[in-house]
């Protein structure tokens, strides 16, 4: 898993945000971006739409910005993920965003 500030040019973040993941649907990979308002804890996780926990991507103090992590469609063990439909969740000490995303085979 690769999270990458997203680089010069992104201006000021005004507000903590998850953005939609891109390409979506998407096969194998898709780019998840998020804004953080100030430096904070973050945990970004992958749910089914059963509710159980595929993978978490992110889970650790992040500075400030405009940033991306990559989810390979694999689950925590390394696996690949079924085709359907999966829960993007960021927790924040602000909030919790969620987005889907679907991966097709």
Do not use: C
Not at 10 to 27: H, I, K
Not at 52 to 81: F, H
């Amino acid at each position: 898993v690769d999270v990458v500030p997203t680089g010069a040019g992104d201006g000021p973040v005004v507000r903590t945000e998850l953005f939609p993941a891109y390409p979506n649907p998407f096969n194998p990979a898709t780019t998840i971006r998020y804004a953080l308002a100030s430096r904070q804890h973050v945990r970004i996780d992958i749910f089914s739409v059963t509710g159980a926990r595929v993978a978490t991507l992110v889970d650790e103090p992040r500075p400030g910005g405009v940033q991306r992590v990559t989810w390979d469609g694999r689950d925590a063990r390394g696996v690949p993920a079924a085709s359907g439909v999966y829960l993007i969740r960021m927790t924040t000490a602000e909030r919790n965003f969620v987005r889907k995303a679907i991966l097709l085979k």
